[in-house]
């Protein structure tokens, strides 16, 4: 107080680390299932609260995440979830832990990143997945809240866990059966509601394992889908007729899934497969055409997420293409680079368009192509010798901001492009 008085400077003092001390371990005695489950129970009550708040926190679930990831059927939840405060004393665990998980993936970050109260129960909820697991839990319930802390880790940058936990969810399926046939499922599940509920499951594991993740990752994909020309073929054929948008997403991944496999052999292997890139953009071409019908307008960037994947392949495959090295291939290099720089246009101009939807109802699966975008047309800035690159590429890193406020893997998007165009300049 002398030092302050007598030089008249403000006293900053820095605080210490706090110390680390030891969590509270419970006995090997106490992991039995009935104190997993009515500890389950007790953390419901303690995160998300009464029966009438579960009702909401659900409630506004499915007003919001449903609406681009429909793996739960409102139905059967609910029914589930009444007959619990009906005919038992406590929530089943997997109920529990998905009701847990459902809370989790519609918190959203603070400021840049994610609270240290959501992060803390991020880290419970991974921790009773692995204590249900080694208790030998595997139910369409539990596979369903693995595959919502996948899609929460995918939407908050959470790598290498994001891709861990969805290569987990495969093998997890496939020992439930839900990989099966319609009529397999239908043996296993009997209600045509769990059926379908397996079915959207299955569908949305595959779509977050090696493609989605993969992508993000930079890894080879590593799906149980099939890869041939007739598969994608059949993705072509199914456009021209009306589907539900998740159905739409699901073939959005097949293709991308088939650009990963053909980069990573490109890559792998110096022989290009130009036969089969031709394919890749034809059938990528054809499927973007449907988004497109009777609008002059470029679709807006956030309308849709098999849009989004669609576009994500779209510009893998051009980039890819625009730098290959082979003989006599200047005309295939030209072309590539000419579709690059139109649909890098017309994802910019989309993007100048006020978003189209609510904030809680972004997908995970949204910023990688706006930031590919992003940084293609850096690339092509640099190339031809812009020197101010701004103007081009603002109305994307706007949409990355508000991606931003929704899921961390945005913010962190909109950070790598902001530091290339501090290199460019």
Known sequence: MLIKSRLNKHCDYLLPAEAPRLLPVPDWADLTPSNVCHTLEAQVSSNVGDRLQVQAVAAFYFRTIHTWFPIISETCYNIRLSNVHIQTASAPSD?????????????????????????SMYASLKSFVALLEAMGTNSLEMLQSRLLLTAFEIGHAMYPSAYISAAANIRAAVSLG?????EDL???F????????????????VITDSRYVSLENGQ???????????????????????VDSFTRLAHASQLLDWVLVHIHTTQSNPLFDSVEAVQILKSLTSFLVTFQSGDSDPPHPLSDNALALCRSAMLETLEVGSHMN????????RTSISILKSLVHEIARGAEISPPVEMMTLSV?????????????????????????????RPLKDLLAY?????VAAKRYLAKVEAAVGKHL
């Not at 009997?190 to 594991?205: M, N, S, Y």
């Not at 006599?328 to 290099?333: G, K, L, R, T």
């Not at 991606?403 to 899921?407: E, K, T, V, Y």
């Open 186 to 188: 239908r043996k296993a």
């Open 220 to 242: 080879a994909p590593n799906t149980h889908s099939d890869r041939s020309i007739a598969a994608v073929k059949e993705s072509e054929d199914w456009a021209k007729g009306e």
């Open 95 to 119: 109920l529990s832990l998905l009701t847990l998980c459902m809370a989790l993936v519609c918190k959203g970050p603070v400021g840049v990143e994610l609270p240290l109260s959501t992060r």
């Open 365 to 393: 699966f949204l910023p990688h192509c706006i930031y590919k975008a992003a940084m293609v047309c850096l690339g092509d800035a640099r190339a031809s010798g812009c020197v101010d690159p701004e103007p081009s590429i």
């Open 190 to 205: 009997r209600d045509p509601q769990k059926v379908e509920e397996a079915r959207q499951t299955w569908r949305g594991i």
């Open 178 to 182: 839900i990989n099966s046939t319609c």
């Open 326 to 333: 082979t003989p006599d291939n200047e005309y295939c290099i």
């Open 403 to 407: 991606l931003g406020m929704r899921w």
